[in-house]
């Protein structure tokens, strides 16, 4: 079983950066691949970005695409989500993934325009 505890989410204004890190349990993370994704008011769950479990392959939201970079450290067991340009639609619960099953509880980010 693996836990992911999300933190870094925040108010910011737009055009504004913050780094997500999702700190995982268990000693399978590595074998993970890792993502994020996120959950607007009143909309369904997106896909935001997704690294494989050994970092060769990253994917990203075309909406995030050249903003967002996902990266993880496997010795410290945490993904991260940096996130630059951040426009207020990117407003949302932003959640942590481990292996399609495993979900964190969210963190909270809110881009003011």
């Known amino acids: 079983q693996v836990q992911l505890v999300e933190s870094g989410g925040g108010l910011v204004q737009a055009g504004g950066s913050l780094r997500l890190s999702c700190a995982a349990s268990?000693?399978?993370?590595?074998?993970?691949?890792m993502a994020w994704y996120r959950q607007a008011p009143g909309k369904a769950r997106e896909f935001v970005a997704r690294m494989t479990w050994s970092g060769g392959s990253t994917y990203y939201a075309g909406s995030v695409e050249g903003r967002f970079t996902i990266s993880r450290d496997n010795a410290k067991n945490t993904v991260y989500l940096q996130m630059n340009s951040l426009k207020p639609e990117d407003t949302a619960i932003y959640y942590c993934?481990?292996?399609?099953?495993?979900w964190g509880q969210g963190t909270q980010v809110t881009v003011s325009s």
């Open positions: 993934n481990a292996g399609y099953l495993h």
């Open positions: 268990g000693r399978t993370f590595s074998s993970y691949d």
